[in-house]
């Protein structure tokens, strides 16, 4: 099985930039994909990023050209670098794994709250 646990998230002025991370532990080598996903209270969870070996990322279209997914194995990290962020980026921001059939690993992690003000 896989845990993960995010962390970085805090309050920033509209404009900032802010680089989360997920940290993996568990049976790492079983990962292959891993993503980024936002809620909002009222709302569904929502992808923001997806990374899978051999494949250029996805990026939701609110988040493309300003939001990077990259990945260190050796430290079994998931990042996403936010930049130009706006109040409509303010949500939980949680990771996801997947094994190689696509499958995710366990639950939802507790996420780590972004708020960004205007």
């Known amino acids: 099985q896989v845990q993960l646990a995010e962390s970085g998230g805090c309050l920033v002025q509209a404009g900032e930039s802010l680089t989360i991370s997920c940290v993996a532990s568990?049976?790492?080598?079983?990962?292959?994909?891993m993503g980024w996903y936002r809620q909002v209270p009222g709302k569904d969870r929502e992808v923001v990023a997806l990374?899978?070996?051999?494949?250029?990322?996805y990026y939701d279209d609110s988040v493309k050209g300003r939001f990077a997914v990259s990945r260190d194995d050796a430290k079994n990290t998931l990042y996403l670098q936010m930049n130009n962020l706006a109040p409509e980026d303010t949500a939980v921001y949680y990771c996801r794994a997947y094994n190689k059939t696509g499958k995710p690993f366990g639950s939802w992690g507790q996420g780590t709250q972004v708020t960004v003000s205007s």
């Open positions: 990374m899978s070996p051999g494949s250029n990322p």
């Open positions: 568990g049976s790492t080598s079983s990962i292959n994909a």
